[in-house]
């Protein structure tokens, strides 16, 4: 892998940035090293997540924001959350394959990651990779979501600002209100705008804002034609307007705050999985499956049984 | 809430229950007692999951189901996993008045459920209301995904035969396959199967399994019209087949095994959660979390901190 040079990795040089996430990705032994200095060198970039249904147009939106910011002389990178099959394992080779495509200069940084951590929400990795692209001097971190399900949601979690795009095929509005999208967006984008139904589509997402609470920022509606760039520009000013709304009130260290909290939190709980699984344990629990398959004792049971002995083990190291 | 009484419950009583599911979902004082009781009497229920992408007809189809089965004798319950907002924090009023509204005789219990359990998969509680309807001696479980995300895949881990709902629209079962949902299939079925464009579903449905692993039983793609109830007969023929598959092949035991497995893991995981956020630890936290935003710590620094405190802690107790 050869050996990462953190001098160039705060530069932005690109190989040492993929350097970086691969180290982390793997779980390197300095990669814990590497991430301690990461972390304090991050809180520059705006994070950007990019949301909403398959078939909306979300690659194609992040790539032209990209390209805008690019021209603006912004150094940017982007982070493709791809779902990850529980069976496959492996992000999708076809939408990583497809970022690529896109027509970026090569010096916006793209790279796909999984989604899912342990405890829901973006995995541990990904959340790193964008610490990463962020120590690295990047002033825009673009998170999309790739594909199908899942990290939809998860993306709210771990942005500054959350995009929302939508098409104006009918009940598109109303999924995407039961899917909780409604309730993330910061900015919402009906893109495809050019089709037919667009103004009633936007009518319907403005007459569902109506009914969410709002704390002094409403999301705006914008329309855009994201493969011919129409509405691009105005999306990149409301953004800014989101950010500079988050520094006004105080949202982002909130933000910020709860996002940080929940990282201590799922570094423990894995922290903790690894210590109460040990060998012996698993072979305890595999022991007692067979008297759950039998029906003598309840998941409660062995539970209890396992949680006990993980304390009296520590009680008598004492 | 009244008292439960346990004999009317293990009779079928749809009171009791309805009773018995919330005092789990209300996590009641005697809720363990309670489990106990009812986990010893599982395992006759042959629990099925219907699953697929919005708009598939997955509703009409274990309403149709489920008359199926009634028709034939067997007694049935109903759980319907809802897509719960992580903001709204309910399950979704709508779609709990649509299972309702279907015309089945008032002795099939229906329940809705929020879907996400912490440890991703479905909530425990969704799983121990299964448990109740197994013990109060139903011969069938159908668990059907309502609305939107989430919870498509969790279904099958808690399933013995998994059906997954589809409909002829282009495009369809390639988002289905991204979406890992042709890898939890047992049986697929081609719903609306009277619009155009069925015959080529079904026939890139077959393609897509060729390239699956198959280890023993292969799929069928069946071709249905829930509304008008053409195929459910072929359908429910093909479910008891696979469960029959099951029995023979042992399948049913590592099913089993592997969900038991997983319950125990997460009620383990719960447990040391509250073990750890102690309102000192709580505390220490909050403190720390200053630092973190003034980027004078790492969050692994934190969680290493924490985790060596919770160790001391019980060492000091021995």
């Known amino acids: 892998m050869g050996v990462l040079d953190l001098d160039r990795l705060w530069s932005g040089d690109r190989r040492s940035i993929a350097r970086a996430i691969s180290q982390v990705e793997n779980e390197a032994p300095a990669s814990a090293e590497l991430l301690r200095a990461v972390f304090v060198r991050t809180g ?3 994070r950007i997540g990019i949301t ?8 194609t939106i992040t790539s032209k924001l990209a390209a805008h910011y690019r021209a603006a002389g912004k150094r940017i990178g982007i982070i493709a959350v791809d779902p990850t099959s529980p069976f496959s394992g492996g992000a999708l080779l076809g939408d990583r394959v497809r970022m690529t495509d896109v027509d970026l200069d090569d010096q916006v940084f793209i790279r796909s990651m999984a989604s899912r951590g342990s405890l829901g929400g973006l995995s541990r990795r990904t959340m790193e990779a964008v610490d990463i692209l962020d120590a690295a001097g990047n002033d825009i971190v673009l998170m999309e979501t790739v594909g199908v399900g899942q990290s939809e949601l998860d993306i709210a979690g771990a942005a ?17 209100m039961k899917a909780g999208l409604m309730e993330i967006a910061d900015v919402f984008v009906l893109n495809k705008a050019d089709r037919a139904g667009a103004d009633q589509a936007v009518m319907a997402i403005q007459m569902i804002l109506n009914f969410r609470k709002h704390d002094g920022w409403m999301p705006d509606v914008l329309k855009t034609v994201a493969s011919d760039g129409t509405g691009i520009d105005l999306l990149a000013v409301k953004i800014d307007e989101h950010r500079a709304y988050l520094e006004r ?4 260290r909130l933000k910020r705050r709860s996002r940080i909290e929940g990282r201590v939190r799922d570094l423990i709980a894995a922290r903790l999985r690894v210590d109460f699984w040990t060998a012996d344990r ?5 022991q007692r499956l067979d008297d759950l398959l039998a029906l ?7 539970a209890d049984e396992l949680v006990t002995d993980f304390h009296r083990v520590h009680d008598d190291r004492g």
């Open 44 to 46: 520059r970039a705006h």
């Open 296 to 302: 003598a004792v309840s998941p409660a049971q062995v």
């Open 52 to 59: 909403g249904p398959p078939g909306a147009g979300k690659s």
């Open 282 to 286: 698993q072979a305890l629990l595999e």
């Open 249 to 252: 009130s105080g949202g982002l």
């Open 160 to 176: 500054d600002t959350t995009v929302v795009a939508l098409v104006p095929e009918s009940g598109d509005s109303i999924q995407a």
